[in-house]
């Protein structure tokens, strides 16, 4: 990387952490007050920091509106689909992506099983919101009086023997979700299907999807698929790595 283009992108860390003069600028990148100056007046040109009354340098407003900018035009599920084509590879089974919107979690991608007897789900169409593995995970991850207010009002069919019966047990499972940062739904929606899941978290640590891997117990059982969390929580981290900026890339040429 350029020197000049190396310290420039320094002085924004620092900035980062509260408005500061020039001399202290100068003094965190080893340059002389001059060049600093130099720096400053680019960045400041291009509207990354502001120059205050007091003299002293602070983030401009422009550097927000790019990074709310590349937010809204992150796609969840292109960034995520090699990786569940991966997972898919690896494991077999059915590798479901959920997003949670406007009170609904909804399935926005999915890699079909390679055997011939298979979990069946419409994209776009709302998942079974108090058993559903997914659901579970974002549900958790809301603010807890938000997340209490929402398992007061939904209804909750008992699918299955194993479906969740009330809004106390609700709450109960989406803490132990909560604490252990996985999820699964054994049997709940459909007796003959398990499904483990795990978050994809954006740069804040907020859960902006979850993954899931499904299968019918005729041909893997329920503790056979729990077998494969880790598998899918590293999945998931990658994912979550590539859509935060934290994984790191190629030098350009």
Request: proline content about 7%; aromatic content about 4%.
């Amino acid at each position: 990387m350029s020197q000049t283009v190396d310290r420039a992108l320094s002085i924004l860390p620092l900035l980062a952490e509260g408005p500061a003069d020039l001399g202290q600028v100068a003094d965190r990148l080893g340059v002389h007050k001059s060049t600093a100056l130099r720096l400053l007046r680019t960045l400041h040109e291009h509207g990354l920091v502001y120059r205050q009354p007091d003299q002293r340098y602070r983030l401009g407003a422009r550097l927000f509106t790019l990074a709310q900018e590349a937010v809204e035009n992150l796609d969840i599920r292109e960034i995520a689909h090699p990786h569940l084509v991966r997972l898919g590879e690896q494991c077999g089974h059915t590798v479901h992506l959920a997003v949670h919107e406007e009170n609904e979690v909804l399935y926005i991608d999915k890699v079909e099983s390679r055997y011939p007897v298979r979990m069946y789900a419409r994209l776009g169409k709302p998942v079974a919101i108090t058993v559903a593995a997914v659901a579970k995970l974002l549900l958790a991850d809301l603010p807890e009086p938000e997340g209490r207010a929402l398992a007061e009002k939904l209804d909750y069919p008992m699918y299955t023997p194993r479906s969740t019966p009330n809004a106390p047990a609700f709450l109960k499972e989406l803490a132990k979700v909560r604490e252990q940062g996985w999820a699964t739904d054994l049997g709940g929606h459909e007796e003959s299907i398990n499904c483990v899941a795990a978050p994809i978290r954006g740069a804040d640590g907020r859960a902006v999807a979850a993954m899931s891997v499904s299968a019918p117990n005729v041909v893997v059982t329920a503790d056979e698929l729990l077998t494969l969390v880790p598998l899918v929580r590293r999945t998931a981290d990658e994912i979550s790595g590539e859509y935060s900026g934290r994984t790191p890339g190629k030098d350009p040429a």
